[in-house]
């Protein structure tokens, strides 16, 4: 009795399967071409709050500047000492002083240090200047000069001299060179005499010196053979360096 019922049922499972509609392979290559396959998305990082490298690190202060007043007023100074540093122009380079390329104000002359305003010369701004005696005042005012130094000491006339005979420096003139022998303090901090004195020295101890002639040309040929030679032993010394 099965054998019956089971024959029409396995004919129309046959005849399904037969008439299914399978698509096409070009159809089915199109729809797997249209289909996108994307990555797998990372996980979203947040960047850190402190940078790590760089001056981030290294933003400790640095030493300080040393800005400020090195001299107070009325304070002895000698040519070259620095008596304001700062940044900026808050004071103004005076009398006797000068300004170098970071601002900083140095003395000119020897003398005494003074603070102050000049409102003829310009009404806001303040000044720094050095003045040679202790009771000298900044500013001289209108039509007060400047005093300079000039590193000569007055003297008298000797009654036999002749005001402006014009002999020599020193000689019967009114300004003479100070100190013994003519040996003066002069730039530098040298003791010694001036050019013009050295320069006599040969005429005073009584030795003839030759006359040089620009047309006496074996001399002009010794001196450049000597200065040849003394170029050609200076070069051989920087080779052995």
């Known amino acids: 009795m099965l054998h019956p019922r089971l024959r029409p049922l396995t004919s129309l499972t046959t005849s399904s399967l037969t008439t299914t509609t399978h698509p096409p392979l070009p159809s089915l290559l199109l729809a797997l071409s249209r289909l996108t396959l994307h990555p797998p998305t990372p996980p979203s990082t947040r960047p850190a709050s402190h940078?790590?490298?760089?001056?981030a690190n290294k933003a400790a202060p640095g030493p300080g500047k040393r800005l400020g007043a090195k001299k107070g007023d009325s304070e002895l100074v000698?040519?070259?000492n620095i008596i304001f540093r700062q940044r900026g122009t808050h004071w103004f380079a005076g009398e006797n002083?000068?300004?170098?390329?970071?601002?900083?104000?140095f003395a000119l002359q020897k003398g005494f240090v003074r603070y102050y305003r000049d409102p003829e010369r310009h009404r806001e701004r303040k000044f720094i200047g050095v003045v040679f005696e202790r009771g000298m005042q900044l500013p001289r005012g209108r039509g007060g000069g400047r005093w300079r130094r000039v590193g000569m000491e007055g003297r008298e006339?000797?009654?036999?001299?002749k005001e402006g005979s014009g002999e020599g420096e020193g000689e019967g003139s009114e300004v003479v060179k100070g100190?013994?022998?003519g040996v003066v303090l002069r730039p530098?901090?040298?003791?010694?005499?001036?050019?013009?004195?050295?320069?006599?020295a040969a005429e005073r101890a009584g030795v003839k010196v030759r006359v040089y002639n620009p047309?006496?040309?074996?001399l002009a040929w010794r001196k450049?053979?000597?200065?040849?030679?003394?170029?050609?032993?200076k070069r051989g010394l920087r080779r052995k360096k």
């Not at 002083?97 to 104000?105: A, P, Q, S, Y």
């Not at 047309?215 to 074996?218: E, L, M, P, S």
């Open 51 to 55: 940078a790590s490298q760089g001056r």
């Open 78 to 80: 000698v040519p070259g």
């Open 97 to 105: 002083c000068g300004m170098g390329r970071d601002h900083t104000i």
């Open 157 to 161: 006339i000797d009654e036999g001299g």
């Open 179 to 181: 100190g013994e022998a």
């Open 188 to 200: 530098g901090y040298q003791y010694r005499e001036s050019n013009w004195s050295i320069g006599r």
């Open 215 to 218: 047309k006496d040309r074996f």
């Open 224 to 233: 450049a053979n000597v200065r040849k030679a003394r170029n050609a032993e």
